[in-house]
């Protein structure tokens, strides 16, 4: 089994950083991409970031030059660093990869249980 937990939220003032982790573990073969997602209170849940494999990436606009993914892939891990923060990324954001358990196994999505991240003075 799988499993995906991720660290780093909290509180901070507009204009903070932040650096989220997310590490997965359990039967792993291959992990084909990660991202982060984000959801606040009453609005849909949204892609922020993702990265594959081979190191393509993809970015909210609206977080783009602020926000930085990247992985380590001998770890299983995916980070998040947000800097410049808003008040409007306050949301729980949730780490998701695609993720194959055997060579023979297609693969599947897996989810974090999310980490609060507020923004506000």
């Known amino acids: 089994q799988v499993q995906l937990v991720e660290s780093g939220g909290g509180l901070v003032q507009p204009g903070g950083s932040l650096r989220l982790s997310c590490a997965a573990s359990?039967?792993?073969?291959?992990?084909?991409?990660m991202g982060w997602y984000r959801q606040a209170p009453g609005k849909q849940r949204e892609s922020v970031a993702t990265?594959?494999?081979?190191?393509?990436?993809t970015y909210l606009d609206s977080v783009k030059g602020r926000f930085t993914i990247s992985r380590d892939n001998a770890k299983n891990t995916v980070y998040l660093q947000m800097n410049s923060l808003k008040a409007e990324d306050t949301a729980v954001y949730y780490c998701?990869?695609?993720?194959?358990?055997?060579?023979?196994?297609?693969?599947?999505?897996?989810w974090g249980q999310g980490t609060q991240v507020t923004v506000s003075s």
């Open positions: 998701n990869a695609l993720i194959a358990t055997g060579v023979l196994r297609p693969e599947a999505a897996y």
């Open positions: 359990g039967s792993i073969f291959r992990i084909s991409a």
């Open positions: 990265i594959t494999s081979g190191g393509w990436t």
